[in-house]
Nanobody, 123 residues
């Protein structure tokens, strides 16, 4: 399984970005997925997660109401729409595939990882 994340960049506070994560293989729709982020020197944290069908989602408190996770199983792609971005959202964002079909909220439940895409928000 290979995951390719894209869509990061430099934006001003209040701006928007849309991250995409495209997966190889034919089993994308069988697994939960997640978006994580990590700052240097800090632990990787779950930003948003989604189950296999897309019917169940999770957001960490700091992004609720601003970020939206979604997936297109026909296109083997997951998205993270990020609006009203803040400087504290600056990090490398990673997409990951979980070990099962449900939504998982622990890093150790995610098995396959993309390469990361940098998001930088200027004040």
């Amino acid at each position: 399984v290979q995951l390719q994340a894209s869509g990061g960049g430099l934006v001003q506070a209040g701006g928007s970005l849309r991250l995409s994560c495209t997966a190889s293989g034919r089993s994308f729709s069988d697994y939960g997925m997640g978006w994580f982020r990590q700052d240097p020197g800090k632990e990787r944290e779950l930003v948003a997660g989604i189950n296999r069908s897309g019917g169940v989602t999770y957001y960490r408190d700091s992004v609720k109401g601003r970020f939206t996770i979604s997936r297109d199983n026909a296109e083997n792609t997951m998205y993270l729409q990020m609006n009203s971005l803040k400087p504290e959202d600056t990090a490398v964002y990673y997409c990951a595939r979980a070990r099962g079909s449900i939504l998982y909220d622990r890093v150790r439940d995610y098995i396959y990882w993309g390469q990361g895409t940098q998001v930088a928000v200027s004040s």
